[in-house]
T-cell receptor, first 111, second 117 residues
């Protein structure tokens, strides 16, 4: 079956520390993958998307970066976190033109 | 650019009643898709229903139906026979397609639904 995983589920980090969030999918190959961020009480903002290994597109300039080292692995990173990086990060996977599923999310708090 | 508008920040409904969550959209594309997602307090985004712009019939999935009015550019979600477990945030989204063929979802700001006993 097709599944999408994210970890960690919750993370509290100090300002200036690095970040690495991981997303993996199972049950498919060459998926289109997405990273979204949701600020408290807001809608989702697309951060990055990837159509294949090593292929990353950024939607908005910011303090974050993404990488896709393997076909079913998508990583969100930062070298130095800012307070404004706090939020709920969701990885998503486009199964078809009318199906896009989300992972369970990572709640990041930067103090 | 495409835009999704959800004008109801919060809605209240009694258990077993029906409720309509509003969604209007703006696009110049002829071919597009509309999605509804449910986000409970746990944070996960749960796919509910999809409507394609060329679909002649309104989409239905169990207790969920989509009232699609193309001329008005609205895609309201109707939940029949509300249950306590329906209390959550609900997001309307539109599929945006780039010239490269890449597709992404543009989300509205959401509506918080509270179902009371």
């Amino acid at each position: 079956s097709q599944t999408i995983h994210q970890w960690p589920a919750t993370l509290v980090q100090p300002v200036g520390s690095p970040l690495s969030l991981e997303c993996t999918v199972e049950g498919t190959s060459n998926p289109n993958l997405y990273w979204y961020r949701q600020a408290a009480g807001r809608g989702l903002q697309l951060l990055f998307y990837s159509v294949g290994i090593g292929q990353i597109s950024s939607e908005v300039p910011q303090n974050l970066s993404a990488s896709r080292p393997q076909d079913r692995q998508f990583i969100l990173s930062s070298k130095k976190l800012l307070l404004s990086d706090s939020g709920f990060y969701l990885c998503a996977w486009r199964v078809s033109y009318n199906e896009q599923f989300f992972g369970p999310g990572t709640r990041l708090t930067v103090l | 650019a495409q835009k999704i508008t959800q004008t109801q920040p919060g809605m209240f409904v009694q258990e077993k009643e029906a409720v309509t969550l509003d969604c209007t959209y703006d696009t110049s594309d002829q071919s597009y898709g509309l999605f509804w997602y449910k986000q409970p307090s746990s944070g996960e985004m749960i796919f509910l229903i999809y409507q394609g712009s060329y679909d002649e019939q309104n989409a239905t999935e169990g207790r969920y139906s989509l009232n699609f009015q193309k001329a008005r550019k609205s895609a309201n979600l109707v939940i029949s026979a509300s249950q306590l477990g329906d209390s959550a945030m609900y997001f309307c989204a539109m599929r945006e397609r780039r010239n490269t063929g890449f597709q992404k979802l543009v989300f509205g700001t959401g509506t918080r639904l509270l179902v009371s006993p």
